[in-house]
Nanobody, 121 residues
Framework: QVQLVESGGGLVQPGGSLRLSCAAS????????MGWYRQGPGSERDLVAT?????NYADSVKGRFTISRDSAKNTVYLQMNSLKPEDTAVYYC?????????????????WGQGTQVTVSS
């Protein structure tokens, strides 16, 4: 089985910074993409940033957030700078992972449990 474990959320003042981490573990053959999504109160879960062969950002975070990946550690990071109150949300890690089984290889999308980010003075 595969698990994604997020860390790094918390309370920060407007203009501050946080760094989120998401580590994948388990019977991993390879990781195709990793990314971050967020869900604010009363909102749908939306893309924040993804990283695979290239990076992709939501317009609302471009220039403020940076996604990076340590392939050796199966870990993805989200550096969030110049945080705004509207960035308040539960942030979820998502990854498309290939696992190896006796019957072959399987590509599956996994989600982490989420980490709360609150931007408030």
């Amino acid at each position: 089985q595969v698990q994604l474990v997020e860390s790094g959320g918390g309370l920060v003042q407007p203009g501050g910074s946080l760094r989120l981490s998401c580590a994948a573990s388990g019977r991993i053959f390879s990781i195709k993409t990793m990314g971050w999504y967020r869900q604010g109160p009363g909102s749908e879960r939306d893309l924040v940033a993804t990283i695979g062969t290239s990076t992709n950002y939501a317009d609302s975070v471009k220039g403020r957030f940076t996604i990076s990946r340590d392939s050796a550690k199966n870990t993805v990071y989200l550096q969030m700078n110049s945080l705004k109150p509207e960035d308040t949300a539960v942030y979820y890690c998502r990854s498309t992972i290939v696992t190896q089984a006796a019957a072959g290889r399987y590509e599956t999308r996994y989600w982490g449990q989420g980490t709360q980010v609150t931007v408030s003075s």
